[in-house]
């Protein structure tokens, strides 16, 4: 800690200028790791050695490789590095290093203390100790000493990493007390943003510290910082954390996932787990993209993933405990792992979805594989026994024999023997033929390469996958796709690399029929090129989700059919029917297959038939669960194509509750909320249709973009409180303080001092607030329960409310009530932001009356210790956290305002 007289030194320098910060991520998700909300200061490692004069020179010199102009400035503190005692001893002199905290919050503005002996107001910061690992680690301790922060405050910024921000040479003025004599510091600067959006009540070292104070970066205190933090701010320095490191979820698109064994040495990261690879970010990485390439070609160079695209942001946890954003990209790669040319770490290595819980994973590793799972379904393999081709099987193609093989059963699941007469005495023989769908991702969707059929072929002018046809019963399907894949495209394929698709039975409209096998290939070598022009006169890339017209039906069905996940389909056309595909005369149909039935994951039977009775067939199950206790979500994918939602409520009073909201309210918001297809109040179910986009809590949006999606919720529940007229309020029906007792009971625990009488000072005061009309509300609109899709837009936008598009989901919760009640948990997103209040206000179409404000303070209040509660109760320390953080805040603006509508009283 700083105990001696400290006074500004002369000998700062100008600033030169700051790079360009890299660019900002855009991850998909937020995926929280292994911040806990106890997590603890560091301790002093059991060997207790400060940090040694290499480490600190090697800091200090990658300072001066980014301000070389203050190397003449820091001489002393060159020599004091070059010397033979400690440089960060209190008794080296004529002076020793120190570290200060540069911490800044969303408002950009920087901690300062005052100090108690000196009178002085710095940035948190003191001595470096015995045990301190790093020069890092000890700026860490000594912010948390002084300032009561815990570690996973803090962040590191994306604009200076883990380097220094500043170097003060500062004088220290003679302590006789202590027998020192004036010397000077040499303070090292290392900068941190705080994780939250709201600075947390701070727990100053009384001792030492008188008081806390938060100053604008042009009010800083030190000339040198103060000038390198408006340059910085000029790039991005913005007190928003984004990630700092970059990963990579590797998969092989059959339900595999690339695993990496870390080292066992000191100060490694997550040592002796499972992990995913890449690493940080560093200063020369242009973008988060170039620092897990490059990552890549460190640790195994030659693995190169294709397709990569950001898919989540944990929030892991460093070895000093600082939150760690990281940028985690999701990519295919199918080779073998044994053979990887791995450079760090001990093992690389594949495992399955159902080997994660029997692993030792990186925290938060398993929860982030298993959504992955579910948003991308791994490839269904089939038995390798079928194929297909063109219309009409060429010249030299042998028919074969495609047989039937039922599989008959009693009522009471007995197998039936016996034999099966057939229904002719000369056995049906047809072609087989192979398909070829070889895929690449791209960021506009899934590609597949295609061919136009040329010269004296069936369907020329017709585009077609690449196909063909087995040579004879001494060639299987798979040797047959590898060779017409190689004769057609000059693509080399592994047999590794197959996989089966869709096998379709097809019929021409002359009556010929034919069994072919499609098959998804992700990975080959060589460029596809037009190899037989005399029978193929084009070739290109096509989105699985705009195939082009003009398309052989044939093909047509089995793409089809394996956009859906079918494994089997039936293509019977009629006479009359065109070659080529016209929607008109679609004659697809799949046949469902067994593994479509619930599984260990799916719905239970009662579900699977009340679901099918109102949508026809289901093909697959996804399980879309929130991640809480009795959260039962599935995404149903239909046979004959669409997409629904399953939800089984987990009370009647949440399923009446959302009945009631969808079949009143709901309707009213059009394209922008669900539609109710069924529900069973025995069952507790409903079956609702799907909206595209994805939640607003895990999306990374410009400031102006959020701007105008703020501007569409606030409209959207403004259509929800005027879905019906408003009523007066029933007696008694204020704000819920009859449970505050039991909840405050519950969270007493985890409260700061203070903030019981905070909430029972507003329970007091809300008996004397007016009552507020009732109106429809949506009783959890919160940013993770509405959708937002930059592409779609409909006609309510077009019309009223132009803008984002956005809808509303999860209507469990929903109730007449006072309107306010739907800005209880909105108003967290938009704390720091009045941007974002203010375009929220503009599409809601009026401002909160003074009586409405009141109310919001006592529900938000009362509703985050609810939350503290529950989370106690139920062992979930992030939503304790964010009662704390939301109690924190309300006590912050309402501090010297004893009325909750912040009017002195």
């Not at 700092?244 to 690339?258: E, F, K, P, Q």
């Not at 040495?265 to 560093?282: D, N, Q, V």
């Not at 219309?391 to 009693?410: F, K, Q």
């Not at 047959?480 to 394929?493: F, K, Q, S, Y």
Request: hydrophobic content about 40%; some cysteine; proline content about 9%.
């Amino acid at each position: 800690m700083r105990t001696a007289t400290s006074t500004s030194h002369p000998r700062e320098p100008p600033p030169p200028p700051l790079p360009r910060a890299p660019p900002k991520g855009r991850p998909r998700d937020r995926v929280r790791r292994s911040r806990s909300a106890s997590t603890p200061c560091p301790q002093p490692a059991s060997v207790h050695v400060p940090p040694s004069s290499s480490h600190i020179r090697a800091t200090v010199e990658t300072y001066l490789s980014r301000y070389a102009e203050e190397r003449d400035n820091l001489v002393e503190l060159l020599t004091v590095l070059g010397g033979a005692e400690e440089p960060s001893s209190r008794a080296t002199l004529p002076g020793h290093v120190t570290c200060s905290a540069v911490v800044i919050d969303r408002d950009r503005r920087v901690l300062h203390i005052g100090h108690r002996v000196t009178g002085l107001t710095l940035c948190p910061g003191g001595h470096i100790e015995a045990g301190d690992r790093t020069l890092l680690a000890a700026t860490v301790r000594e912010v948390c000493e002084e300032a009561g922060l815990r570690p996973g405050d803090l962040c590191l910024t994306p604009q200076f990493l883990d380097e220094l921000i500043d170097v003060n040479v500062h004088d220290i003025d003679a302590n006789p007390a202590k027998g020192e004599a004036a010397h000077p510091h040499f303070d090292i600067r290392f900068a941190f943003y705080l994780t939250a959006e709201q600075p947390p009540v701070l727990a100053l070292q009384d001792e030492e510290v008188a008081r806390a104070q938060w100053l604008p970066y042009s009010d800083v205190r030190s000339p040198t910082l103060r000038a390198k933090l408006l340059t910085a701010e000029q790039h991005g320095l913005d007190g928003r954390p984004e990630p700092v490191s970059a990963n990579a979820l590797i998969h092989d698109g059959a339900g595999r996932y690339l695993r990496h064994l870390r080292d066992d040495r000191e100060g490694m990261w997550e040592p002796r787990l499972l992990a995913l690879l890449g690493g940080k970010r560093s200063r020369d990485d242009a973008s988060l993209d170039a620092t897990l390439l490059r990552e890549l070609a460190e640790e195994v160079p030659g693995l190169e993933p294709t397709g990569l695209v950001p898919f989540a942001v944990q929030e892991a946890t460093s070895v000093d405990g600082l939150a760690v954003p990281i940028a985690v990209y999701a990519g295919h790669w199918n080779g073998n792992a044994e053979a990887v040319d791995l450079r760090e770490g001990v093992l690389l290595t594949w495992c399955t979805v159902d080997m994660l819980d029997r692993l030792r994973l990186s925290p938060g590793l398993e929860t982030l594989i298993r959504r992955h799972a579910a948003e991308h379904p791994a490839a269904k393999e089939l038995p390798h026994f079928t194929g297909p081709l063109a219309e009409e099987a060429p010249p030299g193609s042998e028919p074969h024999r495609v047989s039937v093989h039922p599989h008959l059963h009693d009522d009471q699941g007995r197998i039936t023997s016996g034999e099966i007469a057939t229904s002719s005495s000369q056995r049906h023989t047809e072609s087989v033929g192979v398909h070829l769908i070889l895929r690449r991702e791209t960021a506009g969707g899934p590609q597949v390469l295609l061919s136009r059929r040329a010269g004296q072929v069936y369907a020329a002018g017709l585009w077609h996958l690449p196909s063909g046809h087995l040579d004879g019963p001494h060639e299987d399907i798979v040797t047959a796709l590898i060779r017409e894949a190689r004769e057609e495209t000059g693509v080399v394929i592994d047999p590794a690399d197959v996989r089966a698709a869709v096998t379709v039975h097809h019929r021409s409209p002359g009556g010929a029929s034919r069994t072919g096998s499609f098959f998804e290939v992700r990975r080959w070598q060589g460029e596809p090129r037009i190899a037989e022009p005399d029978v193929c006169d084009a070739m290109a890339w096509a989105s699985l989700d705009d195939l082009p017209t003009g398309m052989v039906a044939y093909c047509r069905a089995g793409l089809d059919a394996y956009t859906t996940g079918a494994r089997l389909a039936v293509h019977f056309q009629l006479p009359g029917d065109a070659i080529a595909f016209a929607p008109a005369a679609d004659r697809l149909r799949l046949v469902p297959d067994v593994t479509t039935r619930a599984e260990a994951h799916g719905p239970d039977a009662a579900i699977v038939e009340f679901a099918e009775q109102a949508v026809g067939r289901i093909a697959q199950w996804t399980d879309t669960s929130w991640a809480r206790e009795n959260s039962r979500v599935w995404r149903a994918d239909g046979v004959q194509g669409g997409t629904w939602y399953v939800k089984v409520h987990q009370s009647k009073r949440f399923h009446g509750r959302e009945v009631r909201g969808l079949r009143t309210w709901a309707p009213a918001l059009g394209a922008a909320a669900p539609r109710l297809v069924a529900a069973d109040d025995a069952l507790r179910a409903v079956v609702i249709t799907a909206l595209p986009g994805r939640p607003l809590h895990s999306a990374v949006l410009t400031p102006g973009r959020e701007r105008k999606v703020f501007n569409r919720i606030g409209a959207l529940a403004r259509r929800i409180h005027q879905a019906s007229p408003p009523r007066p309020a029933p007696a008694g029906s204020g704000p819920a303080v009859a449970k505050a007792d039991r909840h405050l009971a519950g969270a007493r625990s985890h409260l700061l001092p203070g903030d019981e009488e905070f909430v029972r000072d507003l329970v007091r005061q809300s008996r004397d607030l007016p009552p507020l009309e009732w109106v429809e509300t949506h009783g959890d609109f919160q940013l993770r329960n509405i959708l937002h899709d930059p592409d779609t837009r409909t006609a309510e936008n077009e019309a009223e409310d132009s803008g984002p598009y956005v809808a509303v989901i999860d209507l469990e919760r929903s109730e007449p009530g006072p309107a306010v009640r739907d800005l209880v948990r909105l108003s967290d997103a938009w704390h720091g932001r009045p941007d974002l209040l203010a375009a929220f206000l503009a599409g809601y179409g009026r401002p909160l009356t003074p009586a409405e404000q009141a109310r919001l303070v006592i529900d938000t209040a009362l509703d985050s210790v609810s939350g503290i509660a529950y989370g106690a109760a139920h062992d979930d320390p992030e939503l304790v956290e964010r009662g704390r953080r939301t109690l924190a805040r309300l006590r912050a603006a309402h501090r010297n305002s004893p009325s909750p509508t912040g009017e002195p009283g």
